[in-house]
Each structure stands twice: as C-alpha cells, then as structure tokens.
C-alpha cells in the first residue's frame, strides 16, 4: 500500500480526529508519474489500473505494468519531439485511456499538462496557445477537434508538434501536419530514466495548469505543482470512500478539473481501479446500465446527472454494487438526496471544492450527510466563513469560504498562482488568505450550508437571497428537472428573484404552471423568496466546465 509511505496516520476514529491529525508527508521529487504508477507497477505487476470503455463495443483492462510501460513509450516520442521540463502541452482527448497514459508520460518529463474540453473553437484553443506558450497539441481523431486545432495553429508561435488519436478502432485516419500517436510510440522503448541534472522534476514545479471556466471574462490560468495529487489523498479516500482494487467512477470529461479530482491522482495514490466510460452523450438509462454490468464500488457525479437519472425507473437497475455515491460541481438539492436515498438506501455525500484544489468541505466518512449540507471542512485547510467586513462569522452568518493562514503555511493541493501573472497571483494569494468567493453559512453543529457565488446572491428590498435554496425548493416540484435563479432588476425592489427553468417530459409552459410553481416555493420557504419572473427554457447555457452561465442569464433579464 503506497498511502503509508505518504500520510503518517491512515485510520481516524472520528472526525474531530481526522480533522486535528491529518498530515500529508510531500517528498522533495515527488512524481506521480514514477511514485505512484510505476510504483505499483513494481509493486504489484497484475494491479488493474483502468478498466475502459465506450458506446461502440470497445473494452479494454490496462493493469499499472500496461499504463507504466505505455507512459514510457509516450514520454521517449514526446522527448524525440523536444518536450521537456517547463513545456506546455495541450490534451483535447474527451475520456479516451490514452489520456491517462499521456498525463503519466507528461508527468515523468516535468511537462506542463493543460486538459481542454472537446467543444473548444480555435479562438479558445489560440488563447490557450497562446497565453500558456503551448509548444504541443494531443487530440482525439475529431473532424471538429482537428478543424478548431488547424485554424488555431497558425496563430500560436510556440506551437510545433500536433498529435492524433483514434477515437473508435486502433487505426487513427491520417490527417496532414499530425502525428499518429500509436504508430508514433509504438517506435519507442518501454523504458524511461527518471531524469536528472536540469531535467530533474520536484514537488515545487509546475505540473498542471487548468483555465477555469468563469462566468464571466476570460479564463484564468490556474497553476498546480506535483504535490497537487497527493492533496487528493483526501478526495478519494475520505469523501469518495474508494476502495483498493474495487471499481471507481466520477463522470467528467478529462478536460475539466473534475477528471483531476476523481479519474487519476487521488484514486491511484489509493490503489483503486478506475472505470474510464468514454460516452458519446450522456444518457441516463445507459449510465445507470453501466452501473449495474460493471459492479461500481464507488460512484460520482454532477447533481444535474442524477436529477436525470431519476427521470428513469432507477428501481430497474441493480445499484447494490455500490457503497458510496457522492455528487460535486453544484449544490446537491435536499430533494434529489432524498429520493436517491429511498431508491438506494444510500445518502449522497456532497463535496464543495474548485479547480484551484482538492475538496475544500465535504461529507466525510464519519459524517451522517445531511441534507442540502456540503458537509465539514477538509483537515488540510484551515477555512473560516468571512463578513464582508472581514471579520469571522458566527454560526448562522453568512460569509465568504476563505482559507486562512496560508501565509503561515502553504497548504498542500492548493494552487500556487496564476500561469505567466505574478501581478494576479500575489493579489489572490498574498496575503494571510486565500478566498474562494463563495457564499456559505454554518449551523451551530459545524455543517457548512452553500449560498451561491458572491456575484450570484440577490438583494431584493433589503433581504438578500441565496439562489440556491430557491433552486432546490423549485426543484422539488414535478415539473422541473433543471432550474438556475438569478437576479433581475426592479426599479421598486432594486431585484427580483427570477427562474429559469427546464421542465420534465411531459409538461408545457403555462401562466397556470408559473402560479403553481411560485406558490409552491412560497410554501416550502420564506414567501418574499418566489421568483416573481419564470422563464422556460430547453437548456440553460453553461459553461465548457459544466457550470451555469449565471452571468449570461442575468445579462438577458
């Protein structure tokens, strides 16, 4: 077992334990790509690592001997192409499994590794390019991906080598200016010195570099060192709950930060193996069928997924298998936790985190979830609630999640800056906190309730409202699947809570729903909280992370 040669003390009594004794031992050169992946390789040779799949009848089990040898292959073709220590290298590979092998080889090179989701155009692709000096580009065999990565290369100086994969079948078609990855590696040795002398990689340098998806403005450049995944220790093992050598699932696509957070670093640092289903559109009835024929341990995903799943007869699918089902990237509204719950017999443990770390507050094992509730802080992070004044909140108050002292001691799975602007880093990060910008209160039992973004809460004649607890009162009428509230302004009220919402199947917009939907919401919470403007919509516009674009929906009001 790897995790004892980096945590001191694995096993709490309690969370008052955990939260008091936990500590995280950061080797100087620490790798993952050699400590942890070739490690179990040494270790254990026949440990599976990634059990893969898509919706084209393709399966394939890789054990960390497969991952080890086939990283090692990419990292010999990368460094003939001149990638090394510092270099910037973009992957558009959706859930491909050669995304793994080429994060492990990046990782062994000291490369800078950037995920980028399928839907980027050449403008996003040539803003990345070049804001990060991208030298190199991995892409999955895409006729849009290819066409967006062709417009942008042009544009972006530093940008010398594009790589292909395939996407259905083992022979990638052949497209002018790229190289085939598979044909490519397969010239190389299944060997890789660690390097040293200048090429020598330590905790401190830059590993991963992730453009968040703002509401608003263009992305930043998030910067992450190589002890970010052994921050994720915590991730995987005490709020994912995820088992050694049983299967784990997080639905994301590798280009979000969620893939980070539960498909690779904390799972594999844990030993478990990872369920890699490379979907071409998420249906519900076909993820819940995964679940059953695959056995999953351990499941995560986005609220929006299981509030779609619960559109499906989940009673027809055998869910037995799994132990633990945890939901981050939005609040989890208290309605879907309770029909998941009479459905599994399991309660949902929520998680609140961001790209710049690992889970920040979550449901940890000791923790009877509640309801609507992101649970207690993470041991890693001394975090406190922050007025507007900047003082500490009482129980009860609302303030800013802010993690505190850093400047005392740099906590580890943190972000250390922003890529190429000191300016901006030393403005976040320079002084005694590090502030989140969200909203959260806490009851006098130390659960932790969200709020919203600092941007997204609602002034209306004096009250200020948290669009999610509107949201999840919404939500608990049959109606409605999908719901964001924002502000709308009002020249009386200065703003008013407005809804936009995507109905179930089977109901149509009506001014006799709208009343129905706002009396409800008067029942169910403070009555000056009913949105007084709905709006349906087919889909609420959202984010290449997934999240809702809050900020697009206001700008129309």
Same mark, same amino acid.
């Given at each position: 077992?790897?995790?004892?040669?980096?945590?001191?003390?694995?096993?709490? %009594?309690?969370?008052?334990?955990?939260?008091?004794?936990?500590?995280?031992?950061?080797?100087?050169?620490?790798?993952?790509?050699?400590?942890?992946?070739?490690?179990?390789?040494?270790?254990?040779?026949?440990?599976?690592?990634?059990?893969?799949?898509?919706?084209?009848?393709?399966?394939?089990?890789?054990?960390?001997?497969?991952?080890?040898?086939?990283?090692?292959?990419?990292?010999?073709?990368?460094?003939?192409?001149?990638?090394?220590?510092?270099?910037?290298?973009?992957?558009? +590979?959706?859930?491909?499994?050669?995304?793994?092998?080429?994060?492990?080889?990046?990782?062994?090179?000291?490369?800078?590794?950037?995920?980028?989701?399928?839907?980027?155009?050449?403008?996003?692709?040539?803003?990345?390019?070049?804001?990060?000096?991208?030298?190199?580009?991995? $892409?999955?065999?895409?006729?849009?991906?290819?066409?967006?990565?062709?417009?942008?290369?042009?544009?972006?100086?530093?940008?010398?080598?594009?790589?292909?994969?395939?996407?259905?079948?083992?022979?990638?078609?052949?497209?002018?200016?790229?190289?085939?990855?598979?044909?490519?590696?397969?010239?190389?040795?299944?060997?890789?010195?660690?390097?040293?002398?200048?090429?020598?990689?330590?905790?401190?340098?830059?590993?991963?570099?992730?453009?968040?998806?703002?509401?608003?403005?263009?992305?930043?450049?998030?910067?992450?060192?190589?002890?970010?995944? =052994?921050?994720?220790?915590?991730?995987?093992?005490?709020?994912?709950?995820?088992?050694?050598?049983?299967?784990?699932?997080?639905?994301?696509?590798?280009?979000?930060?969620?893939?980070?957070?539960?498909?690779?670093?904390?799972?594999?640092? $844990?030993?478990?193996?990872?369920?890699?289903?490379?979907?071409?559109?998420?249906?519900p009835a076909k993820l819940l069928q995964k679940i059953q024929d695959y056995k999953l341990t351990t499941f995560c995903?986005?609220?929006?997924?299981?509030?779609?799943?619960?559109?499906?007869?989940?009673?027809?699918?055998?869910?037995?298998?799994?132990?633990?089902?945890?939901?981050?990237?939005?609040?989890?509204?208290?309605?879907?936790?309770?029909?998941?719950?009479? +459905?599994?017999?399991?309660?949902? !443990?929520?998680?609140?985190?961001?790209?710049?770390?690992?889970? =920040?507050?979550?449901?940890?094992?000791?923790?009877?979830?509640?309801?609507?509730?992101?649970?207690?802080?993470?041991? +890693?992070?001394?975090?406190? +609630?922050?007025?507007?004044?900047?003082?500490? $909140?009482?129980?009860?108050?609302?303030?800013?999640?802010?993690?505190?002292?850093?400047?005392?001691?740099?906590?580890?799975?943190?972000?250390?800056?922003?890529?190429?602007?000191?300016?901006?880093?030393?403005?976040?990060?320079?002084?005694?906190?590090?502030?989140?910008?969200?909203?959260?209160?806490?009851?006098?039992?130390?659960?932790?309730?969200?709020?919203?973004?600092?941007?997204?809460?609602?002034?209306?004649?004096?009250? !200020?409202?948290?669009?999610?607890?509107?949201?999840?009162?919404?939500?608990?009428?049959?109606?409605?699947?999908?719901?964001?509230?924002?502000?709308?302004? %009002?020249?009386?009220?200065?703003?008013?809570?407005?809804?936009?919402?995507?109905?179930?199947?089977?109901?149509?917009?009506?001014?006799?729903?709208?009343?129905?939907?706002?009396?409800?919401?008067?029942?169910?919470?403070?009555?000056?909280?009913?949105?007084?403007?709905?709006?349906?919509?087919?889909?609420?516009?959202?984010? =290449?992370?997934g999240k809702i674009k809050r900020a697009e929906i206001r700008q129309k009001s």
């Amino acid at each position: 077992m790897l995790l004892d040669r980096y945590l001191p003390r694995i096993d709490f %009594d309690s969370y008052e334990d955990f939260k008091e004794n936990f500590t995280i031992n950061v080797p100087e050169n620490f790798n993952f790509g050699f400590d942890i992946v070739d490690e179990w390789a040494r270790l254990e040779p026949e440990k599976k690592a990634l059990v893969w799949c898509n919706d084209h009848g393709e399966e394939r089990t890789f054990t960390f001997t497969d991952i080890s040898k086939m990283s090692n292959q990419a990292a010999n073709f990368f460094r003939s192409l001149g990638i090394g220590k510092g270099d910037v290298v973009l992957l558009i +590979l959706r859930r491909r499994y050669e995304y793994w092998v080429c994060a492990a080889a990046l990782h062994k090179l000291g490369a800078s590794l950037i995920p980028g989701s399928l839907q980027l155009t050449s403008k996003d692709i040539a803003y990345r390019g070049n804001s990060a000096g991208v030298t190199a580009i991995i $892409c999955v065999d895409d006729d849009f991906v290819i066409e967006q990565i062709n417009g942008a290369f042009p544009q972006v100086e530093t940008l010398h080598s594009r790589i292909v994969v395939p996407t259905v079948g083992d022979v990638a078609r052949t497209h002018e200016g790229f190289l085939d990855f598979h044909e490519s590696i397969a010239k190389f040795p299944e060997t890789f010195e660690r390097p040293t002398g200048d090429q020598a990689v330590y905790w401190n340098d830059i590993m991963l570099i992730y453009f968040t998806s703002g509401t608003t403005g263009m992305p930043k450049m998030v910067q992450h060192n190589f002890a970010h995944p =052994l921050g994720h220790i915590i991730t995987a093992k005490y709020w994912q709950q995820v088992q050694e050598n049983k299967l784990h699932m997080s639905v994301s696509d590798s280009g979000w930060a969620k893939f980070g957070w539960g498909k690779i670093y904390g799972q594999w640092i $844990c030993g478990a193996t990872i369920f890699g289903y490379d979907m071409d559109k998420f249906v519900p009835a076909k993820l819940l069928q995964k679940i059953q024929d695959y056995k999953l341990t351990t499941f995560c995903a986005p609220p929006t997924m299981f509030r779609f799943m619960l559109q499906e007869d989940v009673s027809k699918y055998d869910l037995s298998s799994v132990k633990n089902f945890c939901i981050a990237g939005e609040p989890l509204n208290p309605e879907v936790f309770k029909k998941w719950e009479k +459905l599994t017999g399991l309660k949902m !443990r929520e998680g609140f985190g961001q790209s710049e770390g690992p889970v =920040l507050i979550a449901n940890f094992m000791w923790i009877d979830p509640r309801p609507g509730s992101t649970g207690k802080p993470s041991p +890693l992070y001394n975090i406190r +609630l922050i007025s507007p004044e900047g003082a500490v $909140c009482d129980d009860g108050e609302e303030g800013t999640i802010c993690i505190c002292d850093i400047d005392e001691k740099f906590p580890t799975g943190l972000f250390t800056g922003y890529y190429k602007n000191p300016e901006m880093t030393k403005e976040i990060l320079g002084g005694d906190r590090y502030d989140t910008g969200d909203v959260a209160w806490r009851d006098p039992e130390g659960y932790y309730w969200f709020v919203g973004r600092n941007d997204d809460v609602i002034k209306c004649s004096g009250y !200020r409202i948290g669009p999610f607890e509107v949201e999840s009162a919404i939500l608990e009428h049959k109606a409605c699947v999908e719901c964001a509230v924002t502000a709308a302004p %009002d020249p009386v009220r200065g703003q008013v809570v407005k809804a936009t919402i995507v109905l179930a199947a089977g109901f149509e917009p009506s001014d006799e729903l709208t009343k129905e939907i706002q009396n409800h919401v008067k029942h169910v919470t403070a009555p000056y909280k009913y949105p007084r403007i709905v709006e349906y919509v087919k889909e609420l516009p959202k984010t =290449l992370g997934g999240k809702i674009k809050r900020a697009e929906i206001r700008q129309k009001s």
